[in-house]
Protein backbone atom coordinates (compact mmCIF):
# COMPACT_ATOMS: atom_id res chain seq x y z
CA UNK A 1 0.00 0.00 0.00
CA UNK A 2 1.65 3.82 -0.46
CA UNK A 3 -0.11 6.39 0.91
CA UNK A 4 0.59 9.52 -1.76
CA UNK A 5 0.22 13.35 -2.48
CA UNK A 6 0.65 14.99 -6.01
CA UNK A 7 1.53 18.16 -7.30
CA UNK A 8 -0.42 19.96 -10.09
CA UNK A 9 2.19 20.51 -11.79
CA UNK A 10 3.73 17.07 -12.02
CA UNK A 11 1.62 15.06 -14.67
CA UNK A 12 2.31 10.80 -14.70
CA UNK A 13 3.51 10.02 -17.96
CA UNK A 14 1.68 6.73 -19.52
CA UNK A 15 3.14 3.73 -18.11
CA UNK A 16 2.24 -0.01 -16.94
CA UNK A 17 2.65 -2.39 -14.14
CA UNK A 18 2.63 -5.86 -14.15
CA UNK A 19 0.58 -5.72 -10.83
CA UNK A 20 -2.99 -4.80 -10.64
CA UNK A 21 -3.57 -1.06 -8.99
CA UNK A 22 -6.53 -0.59 -6.89
CA UNK A 23 -6.70 3.30 -5.90
CA UNK A 24 -9.28 5.40 -3.31
CA UNK A 25 -8.60 9.31 -3.38
CA UNK A 26 -8.99 10.89 -0.36
CA UNK A 27 -8.98 14.61 -1.31
CA UNK A 28 -8.73 16.62 -3.96
CA UNK A 29 -8.93 15.60 -7.63
CA UNK A 30 -7.19 13.06 -9.69
CA UNK A 31 -7.46 12.59 -13.47
CA UNK A 32 -6.62 9.47 -14.41
CA UNK A 33 -5.87 8.86 -18.45
CA UNK A 34 -6.38 5.51 -20.27
CA UNK A 35 -6.05 5.77 -24.33
CA UNK A 36 -8.03 8.61 -24.90
CA UNK A 37 -10.26 8.45 -22.26
CA UNK A 38 -9.90 11.29 -19.27
CA UNK A 39 -11.59 10.01 -16.01
CA UNK A 40 -11.77 12.18 -12.97
CA UNK A 41 -11.57 10.71 -9.63
CA UNK A 42 -12.77 12.68 -6.91
CA UNK A 43 -12.40 12.46 -3.17
CA UNK A 44 -14.38 9.38 -1.94
CA UNK A 45 -14.01 7.92 -5.71
CA UNK A 46 -12.13 4.37 -6.76
CA UNK A 47 -10.58 3.19 -9.43
CA UNK A 48 -9.08 -0.44 -10.25
CA UNK A 49 -6.43 -0.55 -12.84
CA UNK A 50 -5.54 -4.08 -14.60
CA UNK A 51 -2.15 -5.02 -14.84
CA UNK A 52 -1.12 -4.27 -18.05
CA UNK A 53 -2.98 -1.57 -18.77
CA UNK A 54 -1.11 2.00 -19.94
CA UNK A 55 -1.95 4.66 -17.79
CA UNK A 56 -1.50 7.98 -17.10
CA UNK A 57 -2.63 10.88 -15.17
CA UNK A 58 -3.32 14.53 -15.11
CA UNK A 59 -2.47 16.10 -11.76
CA UNK A 60 -4.97 19.04 -12.02
CA UNK A 61 -6.76 19.92 -8.63
CA UNK A 62 -4.77 17.02 -7.14
CA UNK A 63 -4.89 15.90 -3.78
CA UNK A 64 -4.22 12.68 -1.73
CA UNK A 65 -4.34 8.92 -2.58
CA UNK A 66 -3.82 5.82 -1.49
CA UNK A 67 -2.63 2.95 -4.27
CA UNK A 68 -2.84 -0.40 -3.42
CA UNK A 69 -1.24 -3.33 -5.39
CA UNK A 70 -2.13 -7.15 -5.84
CA UNK A 71 0.45 -8.96 -6.83
CA UNK A 72 -1.16 -12.00 -9.03
CA UNK A 73 -0.06 -15.60 -8.15
Do not use: N, Q
Given at each position: ??????????????H???F????I?????????????????????????????????????????????????
Amino acid sequence: MAFWTCSETTPSAPHVHEFDEYMIVVEGCYTLIIGDKRTPIHAGEECFIPRGVRHGASRAGCGMAVRLKRERE
